[in-house]
């Protein structure tokens, strides 16, 4: 395939029609505004959502959210569904960290409460909530717990001490998908075991918000979401875990892609038809890894509360809005053309966004559409948005997951000390706390994509709808 | 050591050399630990085998800087050094030799994901033997 030229649809999308010469099964769909459509072309992200166009059994078009940057094998922030029957499923399509996700949780308390006491909270999160760069988590198994987290995700939790009933309800698939913790490998549950209920490194952190601007006031009442009112954001996923899952299915298709007559542009898409024992075994260690997901944010959030505990003498009351995931493959019901399809919906750093009336989301939420989180980078802004019917419709119930990167870490760290940044975000009105300093350093805002600009394209092109932008206030990292 | 780093819009890569395949791949197997920890002070006090299998010297080297990483950031062991013995496109049987991840004789640095396919290239120029690999952090 030469130069990969995207054809302007409307204002806010464009397709990349399919070339059989690049075996492209299907067209790709991109959402996204000029500008941003001048960002995405820099990097390689447009020739992986061509590469992703070749998956066997691909429905619909390979597609592509504002947000999407270069990753492996499947950019980030790209959906493709495939034929539960006769199509495949792609570790890669997931990546390496199943159910990366945000949960947000709301507090009692405004920020004219919390600001005083800015700096205590922000220490005291920062004790009480491990980061886990350098050591263990503080949630400790016994033998056959990890098992039972494998199966159970936030639900083991809540049941074993670490938060509230309330908690499990309020997460996507009710914290848990059926799973099949043998298909795991103890590898994976070496690396995993330790770590539960640890933030992680890298993109991950959670930030103290306050809602700045209230955009559609029935869905923010649904949520009990007020203008400054305090909020905390959880941004993790299923830790090493999850990515010993995928590393040891990644290894394993590609060994045996040969037998199903597949093959491929790039060995980080391998693959395997989703009904075959491989396929199978995959999605159940999966789903594991997703529950394991969810557990660890269920810790997170039950340490947050310890920390709120310790320094407003109450725990603020603090209480889950929603939990989403950014990183799976969910089996799902779509007409496509008319027909009503199975599918395997591969969220490679995108976000479910059903609308109102969906059957999946919980019962405070029916009439609004599911709550949708889109973490800024950090110290910028936050989104709160809700699901539309319109994403049902063209992007198998999907939007963007964040800001999307645009410098490469070495190029952000360049000429930047993080003693200076520090004291930048500090004259903003923002704590920052990192486990390392490179942590600072490497994300800031100047190496994302404006998610402002994001947001625009998701909620006029009518996948999702804005609800409420949030500042920041503090920021833990490792 | 005979590495550099590579740029990744959102992750790292690295460029190793060696003269020799398994100079090569014990290269990669320190530009892997040195991304994650600071390995300057690791004692080898203990050993381990690190093996994998492959179908090709890519295929290969994923897998056993996969294995590598297992025992960083799984077994939390801070590897030092590589001693590679048979190595073939089909198999690597490498004993490494390390001590236990201690906070402060080896600050860490990133937390490494996975070892990635990613634009991944292993190959002989007028030097010797270079691979290229991308990590996910």
Known sequence: ?478 | MNFEILEHPADIGFRARGATVPELFANCAHALVSIILDCRDVRPTERFGVCADGSDYESLLVNFLNEVLYFVDGRRIALGRFDIGRLDENGIECVAWGEPRNLERHPPKLVVKAVTYHQLSVRRDDQGWVADVYVDI
């Not at chain 1, 490998?185 to 539960?196: E, F, T």
């Open chain 1, 1 to 478: 395939m030469t130069a990969i030229e995207p054809i302007r649809i409307d204002r806010w999308r464009w397709r990349i029609p399919r070339d059989e010469s690049a075996r492209m099964r299907t067209d790709v769909v991109v959402y996204a505004s000029t500008e941003l459509m001048e960002q995405i072309r820099k990097d390689q992200s447009l020739v992986q959502a061509v590469n992703v166009a070749t998956l066997p059994g691909i429905v619909g078009p390979s597609l592509a959210m504002p947000d999407i940057h270069q990753g492996y094998g499947f950019p980030i922030g790209g959906v493709a569904a495939t034929d539960v029957e006769y199509g495949v499923v792609s570790p890669g399509g997931v990546g390496f960290d199943i159910n990366c996700g945000v949960r947000l949780v709301r507090t009692a308390l405004t920020e004219a409460e919390v600001r005083p006491r800015l700096n205590d909270l922000v220490q005291q999160i920062f004790r009480d909530v491990p980061c886990g760069t350098g050591g263990e988590g503080r949630v400790r198994l016994a033998k056959g717990d990890l098992d039972h987290v494998l199966r159970e995700g936030a639900r083991w939790m809540v049941n074993n001490g670490y938060g509230h009933q309330r908690d499990a309800e309020f997460a996507e698939a009710g914290g848990a998908l059926p799973a099949l913790p043998d298909k795991v490998s103890q590898r994976a549950k070496d690396r995993g075991a330790s770590q539960l209920g640890t933030l992680g490194s890298g993109n991950h952190f959670l930030e103290v918000q306050y809602v700045e601007q209230l955009h559609d006031a029935e869905a923010a009442a649904a949520m009990q979401l007020e203008a400054g009112q305090v909020v905390v954001l959880i941004h993790s996923g299923s830790r090493g875990l999850g990515h010993q899952v995928c590393t040891d299915y990644v290894a394993l298709m590609n060994k045996v892609m040969g037998k199903y007559d597949i093959s491929l542009p790039d060995r980080q898409l391998a693959c395997a038809p989703a009904r075959s024992p491989e396929g199978q075994d995959y999605l159940g260690a999966m789903a594991a890894g997703a529950n394991f997901a969810w557990a660890n944010r269920q810790g997170v959030m039950h340490f947050l509360r310890g920390a709120f505990q310790r320094v407003f003498g109450r725990d603020g009351r603090l209480q889950l809005i929603y939990d989403v995931c950014h990183n799976i493959a969910k089996r799902e019901s779509y007409e496509v053309e008319g027909v009503k399809r199975d599918v395997l919906v591969h969220r490679k750093g995108a976000t479910r966004a059903f609308p109102p009336g969906h059957r999946e989301i919980p019962a405070d939420y029916a009439e609004i559409g599911q709550p949708v989180f889109i973490p800024g980078s950090m110290g910028t802004a936050s989104w709160v948005l809700v699901g539309r019917q319109k994403a049902m419709q063209e992007t198998f119930g999907s939007v963007c997951h964040g800001a999307g990167r645009l410098l490469s870490r070495s190029a952000v760290r360049k000429g930047r000390d993080a003693r200076v940044e520090q004291k930048k975000f500090e004259d903003r009105g923002i704590l920052v706390r990192s486990e390392t300093r490179d942590g600072i350093l490497e994300e800031l805002p100047e190496a994302y994509k404006d998610v402002d600009e994001v947001i625009e394209v998701v909620h006029n092109a009518g996948l999702a709808a804005k609800v409420a932008r949030l500042r920041p206030m503090g920021v833990i990292k490792g």
